[in-house]
């Protein structure tokens, strides 16, 4: 008779327990132990309980394979979440951990793996190649493609998260919070509605500080006081919600009818715009992508949008500063050319209709497609190709959780055509889909690596780059630590080639979820170590880092509407002497928008109660003592960068702590 010991741990999240039957039986080598029914129902398996039983074999199993958990109904219906199974065999062997972190729903049967990270090479018993199979083949029926849209990465097939399976769910009190967020903005800020009488219109610049109640930060406040300076608007473009949209300058686009002449004033001494372009000081903004998006129309009104160049200088004293501002691509006698120089409210108001163009490009652009929906694919491929046992699965699988959910969300609660972005965003309805298309078409995976982004946009040596600085930080982090821990499974570059499972896994990304992008530029194989590096670090720089960068700002620099506005109520001016309060007023978003605005960016720009760091692993997917290793030497580069941000922002009023390792999520869930 041969006597193992288990132990069998509960969730910790809300109703992650179970009463009914829970069954165990454990699979080896030479045979199988007894079914063994593991509890009393209804008192053990208990939230965050960890539970110890025995489990005997008439005969000796040899190594154990797999353990299997079969969950039956007591009384009535009750999913359990098994965070993992240890079993201590006969003889005080090395006890092995079987990890889970999956729910249990309905009358279920499931086997589970021991915790040892192996590729396909690696397994050579029937049994263990036949798990692996069938694993696949399962979570390719529940996990499939679909097409949200054309002209843009495919996604989920899902239709609102309740279709999605619970392994993939918000845990119940990420939703409760959530719902409840979102809920306590709006009736906050319909308050306000209230409070100020259901205007129409602010009647001047100042109004906008009657919905600063309770959602404000200090950032918000610093902008509402600064947001009119050049160097504050300079400032934005290197450190904002969308600081990779700034690129170098060396010729002036022939549609950008700016003279030298007409900057003269904005030059130091001794030089001109000539000397400063060859210098590598002039840098542009270009919105093209948004001339000619059809605009929304809220409450039967038509809404505005424009497509601005925006001409910065790397002034020696000032800093960046904004020189030259053309409002649409096309130039002419009603395309004048904003300047400095100009009456203050209509230099105010070209820098508004930029900012403008900032809100739509950094929300749909920036933020959605170039983190969100890039990541959903690599999230819908390792599901459908790369087994749990999979290194690569274990790499990613901290890196996805809740991306399913909350893109599904994104689509019906923001995107849909009754969504948030229809109700209060120039580009809502019709045009936000065009915009994300036309990105799609450029999107390249080349600009995706921060280490060639700079340098490809010229702005490798921007001073006060602080999101660049930062961002190179923690690609060397993320990249090193991808690379350390593939070099245990990957011995050469034909390791990788013959995995037959990450093969399938590549082309899923690049033919399933990359569609239509013959100038993407990821090849549908992996030929190296470095190849299969680069992307994994790509995955996880863009879940973590880069989404950090766009999505935790937002509050910050959108909070106070004039700085970035998310929609226009008149068309861009024609005249800049013509420029008056009433007609900034008349353009800003109305009290209502400017409400929902506030809002939405508090909601999901704020931190997540439940968010997991870049670099803490609560599940541990990987046992072996040689992955633990590097996962600690991760967490102690992270902590390295973490101080040197902190010393870098000592004695600085205006802080950029956005990518302090410690406040960026280890996924993308909101």
Same mark, same amino acid.
């Given at each position: ?209 009657? &919905? @600063?109640?309770?959602?404000?930060? %200090?950032? +918000?406040?610093?902008?509402? *006081?600064? #947001?009119?300076?050049?160097?504050? !608007? ?102 004048? &050319? @904003?300047?400095?120089?100009?009456? %203050?409210? +209509?230099?105010?108001?070209? *820098?508004? #209709?930029?900012?403008?163009?900032? !809100? ?311």
């Amino acid at each position: 008779m041969e006597i193992y010991t288990v132990t069998v741990a509960t969730g910790t999240s809300e109703y992650s327990g179970t009463n009914n039957y829970i069954f165990m039986t454990l699979v080896g080598e030479k045979g199988e132990s007894e079914r063994t029914l593991l509890d009393n129902p209804g008192l053990d398996f208990c939230r965050g309980a960890v539970d110890t039983y025995k489990v005997t074999s008439h005969l000796p199993l040899g190594s154990l394979l797999l353990v299997r958990l079969e969950k039956k109904r007591y009384w009535v219906e009750d999913n359990w979440f098994c965070r993992y199974v240890t079993v201590e065999p006969p003889g005080g062997d090395k006890v092995l951990t079987f990890p889970c972190y999956r729910w249990l729903v309905g009358d279920i049967k499931v086997e589970i793996r021991e915790g040892i990270a192996k590729t396909l090479r690696d397994d050579s018993l029937p049994q263990l190649l036949a798990h692996r199979k069938t694993e696949l083949q399962e979570r390719q029926k529940t996990y499939r493609w679909s097409t949200w849209a054309p002209g843009i990465p495919r996604c989920i097939d899902a239709k609102t998260e309740a279709d999605l399976p619970q392994d993939v769910r918000f845990e119940n009190e990420k939703r409760s919070d959530f719902e409840h967020s979102l809920n306590y903005a709006l009736l906050e800020l319909s308050l306000k509605k209230l409070a100020i009488r259901f205007g129409k219109s602010w009647n001047d610049l100042d109004d906008f500080k009657r &919905i @600063f109640w309770k959602l404000r930060s %200090p950032i +918000a406040e610093y902008c509402m *006081k600064n #947001w009119k300076e050049d160097w504050f !608007f300079g400032y934005q473009c290197l450190n904002g919600t969308n600081p990779r949209m700034i690129q170098r300058c060396t010729k002036l686009p022939k549609n950008f009818s700016v003279t030298a002449n007409m900057v003269q004033s904005s030059m130091a001494p001794r030089t001109n715009l000539d000397k400063e372009l060859q210098a590598g000081n002039i840098y542009l903004l270009d919105y093209a992508i948004m001339d000619g998006i059809p605009t929304n129309t809220i409450n039967g009104k038509p809404q505005y949008i424009a497509a601005p160049f925006c001409l910065l200088y790397q002034h020696p004293d000032e800093g960046l500063i904004p020189i030259a501002i053309q409002l649409e691509q096309t130039p002419g006698l009603d395309t004048p &050319i @904003f300047l400095p120089k100009d009456p %203050p409210l +209509a230099w105010v108001l070209a *820098k508004m #209709w930029v900012r403008h163009s900032e !809100f739509q490009v950094f929300q749909l652009l920036s933020h959605l497609l170039r983190t969100h929906l890039v990541v959903e694919v690599v999230c819908v491929a390792t599901l459908r190709q790369l087994p749990v046992v999979h290194p690569i699965y274990k790499l990613l699988a901290p890196h996805l959780r809740y991306t399913l959910e909350i893109n599904c969300r994104g689509r019906t609660q923001l995107l849909s055509a009754n969504g948030i972005f229809k109700q209060v965003v120039s580009t809502g309805g019709d045009g936000l889909l065009i915009l994300a298309q036309r990105e799609y078409k450029v999107l390249t995976y080349r600009s995706l690596q921060p280490h060639n982004d700079f340098p490809d946009r010229g702005v490798s040596q921007l001073p006060n780059y602080f999101y660049r600085e930062h961002s190179l930080m923690l690609w060397e982090a993320i990249h090193s630590f991808v690379s350390g821990m593939l070099s245990l499974y990957y011995q050469s570059d034909q390791d990788v080639q013959e995995d037959l499972e990450l093969q399938a896994w590549i082309r899923d990304i690049s033919q399933e979820g990359f569609t239509d992008l013959p100038n993407f530029g990821l090849a549908n194989k992996l030929s190296t170590r470095e190849e299969l590096s680069t992307l994994l670090a790509v995955a996880i720089f863009t879940s973590t880092a880069q989404h950090a960068a766009t999505n935790n700002g937002q509050f910050d620099w959108c909070a106070w509407i004039p700085n970035t506005p998310c929609t226009m109520r008149q068309p861009p001016p024609t005249d800049k002497d013509a420029v008056t309060m009433e007609m900034i007023m008349a353009t800003l978003p109305d009290v209502s928008q400017s409400c929902v605005q506030m809002a939405i960016t508090w909601h999901l720009g704020r931190t997540q109660p439940d968010a997991i760091a870049l670099g803490q692993y609560t599940e541990e997917h990987f046992t072996e003592g040689r992955a633990k290793e590097l996962i600690d030497k991760f967490r102690t580069e992270l902590k390295e960068i973490e101080d040197s941000i902190l010393r870098q922002n000592e004695g600085l009023d205006l802080q950029y702590l956005i990518l302090l390792p410690s406040r960026i999520e280890n996924s993308i869930t909101i």
